[in-house]
């Protein structure tokens, strides 16, 4: 039986999940739920950011090998989480038996400015050059994040993990950089595909999504009301869908590779 792994994006970490594991699992009580910090987040702070995608995906590879947790895996990642579940996926397809990637945007599918949106440019660049106290920066954060930014108990709880396991400047740029160059593959990874995205995201474009999920004519839903951080804002709502579709994928026959369905974007 797969598992599932989550995976959470830019400077986040397993315990920003919040309550969604225990939302999941209960949604599919047939599987077990795991969540991963990429390098240079969470326990792994002091660790290096890789500056490839690729790189992620293999160290997170390598920590389910540590822990005794064999393939294959079911992924769920968000924004920078989704691009490493791509990235894994289309490395080491015969791991993975599908993903459900919320909220990301892929080179070459969609321009830079869609990708993030501009108005976000500048309280990203004060948030990694000036700093600030950590309740300030994660404020920031679930602002940018969030379409209900009055969570006093989500923002004190994130603002003791930053001050546990704070994520250096140094590593975040190293995770834009990452995010910034990567380049998903034109034609779609085998395993098969749920893309989630959020028409109220003002961090991320949600063209981005529907683009990728008509490029590679992946299974795709939409919530009309919910932020970038789609499983803080409606965890319920995404653990239904990741359900509902392994419900359906359970009728289907075993996937394989699709054509390329869509001409990538310069």
């Not at 993975?96 to 969609?110: D, H, M, Y």
């Not at 160059?181 to 999504?209: E, F």
Request: proline share 9%.
């Amino acid at each position: 039986m797969s598992a599932w792994i989550l995976l959470r994006g830019l400077t986040r970490e397993s315990r920003h999940w919040g309550d969604f594991p225990q939302m999941l699992h209960d949604a599919c009580p047939a599987m077990a739920t795991h969540t991963l910090d990429l390098p240079g987040n969470g326990r792994l702070n002091e660790q290096a950011s890789p500056t490839h995608v690729e790189a992620m995906a293999e160290h997170c590879r390598m920590q389910l090998r540590e822990q005794g947790i064999a393939p294959p895996y079911f992924l769920l990642a968000m924004s920078l989480g989704a691009m490493v579940a791509v990235a894994w996926m289309s490395r080491h397809p015969e791991e993975i038996s599908g993903g459900v990637l919320i909220n990301t945007s892929l080179r070459p599918f969609s321009p830079f400015h869609h990708r993030l949106r501009p108005h976000n440019y500048l309280p990203l660049a004060r948030l990694l050059l000036h700093g600030g106290t950590a309740e300030e920066r994660e404020c920031t954060i679930l602002r940018l994040t969030s379409c209900n930014a009055e969570r006093p108990e989500t923002l004190a709880a994130w603002a003791a993990h930053a001050r546990q396991n704070p994520v250096s400047s140094r590593n975040a740029l190293r995770q834009l950089l990452a995010a910034a160059r990567y380049r998903a593959p034109a034609a779609r990874p085998a395993p098969p595909m749920l893309i989630l995205a959020s028409t109220q995201d003002r961090l991320v474009n949600p063209r981005c999504s529907r683009r990728l999920a008509r490029c590679w004519k992946t299974d795709f839903a939409e919530h009309p009301g919910a932020g970038h951080d789609l499983p803080l804002d409606d965890g319920p709502w995404v653990a239904e869908q990741a359900s509902l579709w392994l419900q359906d994928l359970a009728r289907r026959p075993p996937f394989a590779i699709a054509d390329d369905a869509c001409r990538p974007k310069p």
